[in-house]
Each structure stands twice: as C-alpha cells, then as structure tokens.
C-alpha cells in the first residue's frame, strides 16, 4: 500500500532529480557497507574480540571514525554530550510545501559492544543506516522528511548498568542516581553531558524510528528465512525466591529430618519450563539465572538459597500470569518441605510493541525483494525499546549464524548485511512517503 501511495505521488509531483518516486531502482551499495563493517571491526580489536566498551577509549575512537564516515559522505555529522552520533540528510522539499512531512524519521543503533563482543551487534544497524543515507545523497531522491541515523552511547550497559543511556537520556530522562554515575564517566571520556539528566528530546519530532539488527536467537537462522519483522520487545518480569532451611552437617543429620533449603529452591527451578509450557503463549520464556547458596561448603546442608526468577514475554498480563503460578509454587514447595520462603516483589521492565502499519511496511518491502520473512517478538532490549514507547518504531531483524551474539564468533554474512540494509531502506523511503500518521500501540 505504501508504495502505491509512492507511485501515486511520482506521477502527480513535478519531476525531481530522480524522477523515480518510488525506492525500486535504488540499490544500496553492499560492497561499501561491508567493507565500513570491516573498517569499524577493527577498532577496539583485541585478540578475543571487539572491545569497545561505553566511553572507553575504542568507543569514542569508534564514534569518531562513523563521524568522518558521514562526513566524507557529505552528510553533516554531530556529536552531543552524552556520545550519541548523528549523521542528518535534509528533506529536500521547504516547509511551505504541502507534500512537506512533519518530524524526522531516524534510524538508530548503538556501535558500543560487550568486552571481547562481535562485529554486527549494534554496528549493522548504524553503518546500514549510513549506507541508507549516501544512496539516497548519490540518488539525489526527493524526500519530504528529514531522515537522521544515530549511533546511540551505551547500548550495552557493559560497563555502566543499566545499557540504553543514550535514547533513554534523550527520551525519558534518567534518575539523578544514574546521572551522577555516568557524568563523572563522560567527563573523563571529553563529553560535556549537556542537556543533564534529561529528557532533551521531543518524541513529537520525530515522525518514525527505525532499527535494523542481527537477531540474537538463531531463530532465523534455523528457518532459513532472510528477514525478521518484529512484533515488539518482551517485557521483563523477575522476582527472587529466598529458601530458608537449616545447615546443619552433611554427614551426620539423616535425610527425613533434614530442611535442605537446594532440594526446594531446584524444585522450583524444574518447574519453570512446565508453567512457560502450560500457561506461557508459546514464545514465552523463563529462566532462573542465578542461584546463591548458603553457607555453600560441600560438606554441609544448604541452609538458605536465593535464586532468580525471570519471565519474558511480549504480553504483560501472559508473562504476569506465569510469575503469579510460579509464586504460588514457590510457597507450596516451601510448606511441603517444611522450608520457609520469602518472595521478593516482582520487578517489571516493561517491553514495547512496534508499530503495526510500520510492521506492515517492512513485510511488503521484504516480499517485494523476493525475501522470506517471518513476524518474531524480540526476546533482547534495544534502542527501539526506549523510542517503541513514544514513537511509532519498526524493527528488522537479519540471521545471525546459530544466534550467536556478544561473541567474536557472530557472523551475518554479507548478502544478509545488504538485504537488511535494502529493506531498511525502502521502509524509510516509503515511510517519508505516507501522509497519513502512524498509531502507537501499546503492548497488553
Ligand atoms: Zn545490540
């Protein structure tokens, strides 16, 4: 449908440089993203992997390099004082234009990484993004919006918990604790942290957000299908169970009086796939992460055990309803055993749905370059968790070679990098051509 609104608009608009309206004929150049992905790897490359932690040295040398990247391009470059990178091609029609959009649509990414991390997570939606903008440049397109790419700081809460600093700052503000975490960090890293803790940024201006990443489940991968469009980010629920038992010594208390706090807390543990499997939605899941034991000799009867509980889903009530089940099986496991168990509250990272329309758009952009897709919820955070919440947002997901990610072994090959890459660029151009406005729908 959007295309043919392109199409439409092509034949009533006075030609322009390209007189093609529509994104058909333009090709992003696969050669060039590839060999930007290959330059940028080698930043912050040490024998293990990629290291270019938030504000460490590799990372503003990292942030430096895309900066001259965009500028070599001719695409005016800036940096602001929390790190985030901004390359922004104009739309070229004035505001007294009627065909003239209202709000930027920005691509975002992050290029910080792990220690010892991979080459594309993070980086493919950036350097994608920067490819996207010089095919538009060389192509002399016509576009009614402005369309900006971003390499967001601290992404990765790496080395500075918690990651997303540089969209949340902008967009939500942080809390004066964080912010006297971070600003001594960016001080030192030459930043001047201008704007505070925030926000600085109205989500009003901006009309769309945009994010292309590799997808970190080899869910694609095992498919075999070329392009993930995703439904939203799964909202985060985790509590704590503390089992209190008696220690006492393992050689010597027979076994029917024995209060073994492990044997309760493993009981809960094996419980969680069967309550994902009963009452989860089918891509719900549960994981209990850490596991502290006490006093945790070998010799002796765990008195007391603390283990987490974590439950993703796209919905909050399905992911909700499984914390629930699993609280109450905590207690009934507790009582039977004869342990006592305290039950932390449950702490809610909430997710963020994308945008249905934008959904729509990038499926159709996929098919039409005769690329398989498949709708998929997000299992990881990323940028467009903090713009999905404000802004009508879009993600596209490409494979990543048996879903490895956060590792020097990550790989998506360069036919991949370049499919991502087209696709984002043709849900940007045919977004830049829509009049109507896009809804911002809420995850249930
Ligand atoms: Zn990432």
Same mark, same amino acid.
């Given at each position: 449908?959007?295309?043919?609104?392109?199409? $439409?608009?092509?034949?009533?608009?006075?030609?322009?440089?390209?007189?093609?309206?529509?994104?058909?004929?333009?090709?992003?150049? @696969?050669?060039? #993203?590839?060999?930007?992905?290959? /330059? #940028?790897?080698?930043?912050?490359?040490?024998?293990?992997?990629?290291? $270019? *932690?938030?504000?460490?040295?590799?990372?503003?040398?990292?942030?430096?390099? *895309?900066?001259?990247?965009?500028?070599?391009?001719?695409?005016? @470059?800036?940096?602001?004082?929390?790190?985030?990178?901004?390359g922004r091609l104009e739309g070229k029609r004035p505001k007294e234009d009627p065909r003239h959009q209202g709000g930027l649509i920005l691509v975002g990414?992050?290029?910080?990484?792990?220690?010892?991390?991979?080459?594309?997570?993070?980086?493919?939606? =950036?350097?994608?993004? !920067?490819?996207?903008? $010089?095919?538009?440049? +060389?192509?002399?397109?016509?576009?009614?919006?402005?369309?900006? =790419?971003?390499?967001? @700081?601290? +992404?990765?809460?790496?080395? !500075?918990?918690?990651?997303?600093?540089?969209?949340?700052? #902008?967009?939500?503000? =942080?809390?004066?604790? &964080?912010?006297?975490?971070?600003?001594?960090?960016?001080? /030192?890293?030459?930043?001047?942290?201008?704007?505070?803790?925030?926000?600085?940024?109205?989500?009003?201006?901006?009309?769309?957000? !945009? +994010?292309?990443?590799? &997808?970190?489940?080899?869910? #694609?991968?095992?498919?075999? +299908?070329?392009?993930?469009?995703?439904?939203?980010? =799964?909202?985060?629920?985790l509590f704590h169970a503390i089992f209190e038992g008696e220690a006492n010594h393992a050689g010597t208390t027979p076994m029917d009086i024995r209060k073994d706090a492990l044997q309760g807390a493993a009981e809960l543990v094996l419980s969680v796939p069967s309550t994902v499997r009963e009452l989860g939605s089918g891509r719900t899941v549960g994981t209990c992460g850490r596991v502290e034991v006490s006093p945790g000799g070998r010799n002796i009867i765990p008195g007391r055990v603390e283990v987490s509980v974590e439950v993703r889903d796209l919905s909050e009530e399905v992911a909700g309803k499984v914390v629930e089940s699993l609280r109450k099986k905590a207690l009934a496991i507790a009582s039977a055993r004869g342990l006592k168990v305290e039950l932390t509250p449950v702490s809610v990272t909430p997710g963020a749905a994308m945008c249905p329309e934008i959904q729509d758009i990038i499926e159709a952009e996929a098919r039409a370059l005769g690329l398989s897709v498949r709708r998929m919820p997000s299992g990881a955070g990323h940028d467009a968790m903090t713009f999905g919440r404000k802004v009508p947002s879009g993600m596209i997901f490409v494979p990543s070679r048996g879903g490895i990610s956060h590792s020097p072994l990550e790989w998506t090959s360069k036919e991949q990098c370049a499919a991502g890459a087209q696709v984002l660029l043709r849900t940007l151009v045919a977004l830049a051509s829509r009049r109507d406005s896009l809804s911002l729908p809420r995850l249930s």
């Open positions: 449908m959007a295309r043919e609104t392109g199409r $439409r608009q092509g034949r009533d608009t006075p030609p322009c440089p390209n007189p093609q309206a529509g994104s058909d004929g333009m090709r992003i150049n @696969a050669d060039r #993203l590839w060999r930007d992905l290959t /330059e #940028l790897s080698h930043i912050g490359r040490g024998e293990k992997g990629i290291s $270019r *932690l938030a504000f460490s040295p590799a990372d503003m040398e990292g942030r430096r390099w *895309l900066m001259g990247k965009f500028e070599e391009a001719g695409i005016p @470059a800036r940096i602001d004082g929390y790190g985030n990178v901004f990414s992050h290029i910080d990484t792990v220690p010892e991390g991979g080459m594309f997570d993070g980086a493919l939606g =950036v350097l994608a993004g !920067l490819e996207c903008l $010089r095919t538009l440049r +060389e192509s002399g397109m016509d576009l009614p919006c402005a369309v900006e =790419v971003a390499a967001f @700081a601290n +992404e990765e809460g790496a080395r !500075l918990s918690p990651g997303t600093f540089g969209s949340r700052v #902008l967009l939500e503000g =942080v809390s004066q604790s &964080e912010w006297s975490k971070v600003y001594p960090v960016l001080e /030192e890293a030459g930043l001047d942290g201008g704007g505070g803790p925030g926000p600085t940024l109205n989500p009003e201006t901006i009309r769309a957000y !945009l +994010e292309l990443h590799i &997808e970190q489940g080899g869910i #694609l991968d095992r498919s075999g +299908e070329d392009i993930g469009v995703v439904e939203g980010i =799964v909202c985060i629920q």
